[in-house]
């Protein structure tokens, strides 16, 4: 087990991602899930979709986890982003990350995750409750907006 980035047309479990990065010379253990929501922006969110360049997006997730690597020796990193449809409460992104200290694994969670905002192509659709929709910048504004 250990480092390993993936993307998956099938729900999420946590806990499994939170198992791949654990170690006897870990003293900690620290996941983020990226959740679905039910509103963006002041308008009700009825679901998301997630699209990739999956080949690209692989990469530069095995990217980041060399980034986390350098800058928090002997840490392990898993990243796993989810693709296609996803409701409200689903589980869309799990980073984990493992240190031998609490301060590392903490930083390296959250650098890794802003990372994947960043370059991962990953593009985000959001579906509301009116019946209109518009796929998401990383940054969260809208690029289009469609019925």
């Not at 939170?18 to 929501?37: K, L, M, N, Q, Y």
Request: net charge negative; charged share 30%; aromatic share 8%.
């Amino acid at each position: 087990m250990g480092n390993d980035f993936d993307l998956t047309w099938d729900p999420i479990e946590p806990r499994t991602i939170a198992d791949r990065v654990r170690s006897d010379a870990a003293g900690a253990v620290v996941t983020f899930e990226g959740v679905v929501r039910n509103h963006h922006g002041g308008r009700e969110v009825v679901r998301l979709s997630y699209e990739a360049f999956e080949p690209m997006a692989r990469k530069k997730m095995s990217e980041i986890g060399a980034e986390v690597e350098a800058r928090w020796p002997g840490s392990r990193i898993t990243i796993v982003h989810r693709l296609g449809e996803l409701g409200i409460g689903d589980v869309a992104t799990v980073v984990a990350v493992s240190s031998a200290h609490r301060a590392a694994a903490f930083d390296a969670v959250r650098f890794a995750m802003e990372r994947v905002k960043e370059v991962v192509p990953i593009w985000k659709k959001e579906w509301f409750a009116d019946g209109t929709c518009h796929w998401v910048r990383p940054e969260g504004s809208p690029v289009t907006e469609s019925s």
